[in-house]
């Protein structure tokens, strides 16, 4: 019980941070701030690998992820 307790919270510890991550990200982009949303997409993917590479994500979500936001940005940029 007590390793389950301890892996929950490392898990939604990992998942906190990508998906605040995310969501600046997608914040940025909606406000049409181009610099902060190529900074949010650095420190995102930064954060979907990790969550994947700790298991906490699988490699093909994480992978979706990054597409997704990736599309989001550039789409921003060539406007």
């Given at each position: 019980?007590?390793?389950?307790?301890?892996?929950?919270?490392?898990?939604?510890?990992?998942?906190?941070v990508?998906?605040s991550a995310?969501?600046k990200?997608h914040?940025?982009?909606?406000?049409?701030?181009?610099k902060?949303a190529?900074?949010w997409?650095?420190?995102?993917i930064?954060?979907?690998d990790?969550?994947?590479?700790?298991?906490?994500?699988?490699?093909?979500?994480?992978?979706?992820?990054?597409s997704?936001?990736n599309k989001l940005?550039?789409?921003l940029?060539?406007?």
């Amino acid at each position: 019980m007590r390793v389950t307790a301890k892996k929950t919270l490392k898990n939604k510890t990992i998942k906190g941070v990508y998906r605040s991550a995310i969501k600046k990200t997608h914040q940025a982009v909606t406000d049409k701030k181009v610099k902060t949303a190529q900074e949010w997409l650095k420190k995102s993917i930064q954060a979907l690998d990790k969550a994947a590479q700790k298991k906490v994500l699988k490699k093909n979500t994480a992978a979706r992820y990054k597409s997704h936001l990736n599309k989001l940005v550039k789409g921003l940029v060539k406007k």
